[in-house]
T-cell receptor, first 114, second 114 residues
Framework: AQSVTQLGSHVSVSEGALVLLRCNYSSSVPPYLFWYVQYPNQGLQLLLKYTTGATLVKGINGFEAEFKKSETSFHLTKPSAHMSDAAEYFC????????????FGKGTMLLVSP | DAGVIQSPRHEVTEMGQEVTLRCKLISGHNSLFWYRQTMMRGLELLIYFNNNVPIDDSGMPEDRFSAKMPNASFSTLKIQPSEPRDSAVYFCARGRRQPGYGYTFGSGTRLTVV
């Protein structure tokens, strides 16, 4: 069974600073990995995903993530934080049951200060 | 959120009352998922359907919860009778069986049971 661990329930950065949100996964097969973002009072929105091919994946709003098989990680980064990036971020892994259900991490709240 | 419409956005009800949450898919998709989100437990998968057939309802917390998908574009989640501990945000999401597709989420229904 797949699982996802997000280190840190809250991450605080200053505007303009590097954003790093950590995600480690457990999977017995090559995983499909996702990052979603949830703004207040909204549903989850896909930021980016890794399926196959290039291990560095670029998403919306300047975010990117790198799949590292040896470290079982899929950390999310952004070079320069913006106030509008304040939200909750979820890492997820897709299973191979045939129905592609997603298992989500607990989420990391990103706080951006001026 | 495009293509997944949930109603109502907010619901406040008294303990013991029946609550029905609705999810409409603008275009039919293979799979539909119901999730519940709380501060304590994060995102929990309640049930999912494929081609309108319930595949796994092991996440439904109690017999008070039931879900239906009468056609490819519509699903309901019913709680009868409701209890204060059911207070949460309920999301529906559409997906496909192909691994790597991911989900598209609705905006959610915030349920408060008093």
């Amino acid at each position: 069974a797949q699982s996802v661990t997000q280190l840190g329930s809250h991450v605080s950065v200053s505007e303009g600073a590097l954003v790093l949100l950590r995600c480690n996964y457990s999977s017995s097969v090559p995983p499909y990995l996702f990052w979603y973002v949830q703004y207040p009072n909204q549903g989850l929105q896909l930021l980016l995903k890794y399926t196959t091919g290039a291990t560095l994946v670029k998403g919306i709003n300047g975010f990117e993530a790198e799949f590292k098989k040896s470290e079982t990680s899929f950390h999310l980064t952004k070079p320069s934080a913006h106030m509008s990036d304040a939200a909750e971020y979820f890492c997820a892994v897709s299973d191979y049951s045939g129905y592609s259900t997603l298992t989500f991490g607990k989420g990391t709240m990103l706080l951006v200060s001026p | 959120d495009a293509g997944v419409i949930q109603s109502p956005r907010h619901e406040v009800t008294e303990m013991g009352q029946e609550v029905t949450l609705r999810c409409k898919l603008i275009s039919g998709h293979n799979s539909l998922f119901w999730y519940r989100q709380t501060m304590m437990r994060g995102l929990e998968l309640l049930i999912y359907f494929n081609n309108n057939v319930p595949i796994d309802d092991s996440g439904m917390p109690e017999d008070r919860f039931s879900a239906k998908m009468p056609n490819a574009s519509f699903s309901t989640l019913k709680i009868q009778p409701s209890e204060p501990r059911d207070s949460a945000v309920y999301f529906c999401a559409r997906g496909r069986r192909q691994p790597g597709y991911g989900y598209t989420f609705g905006s959610g229904t915030r349920l408060t049971v008093v």
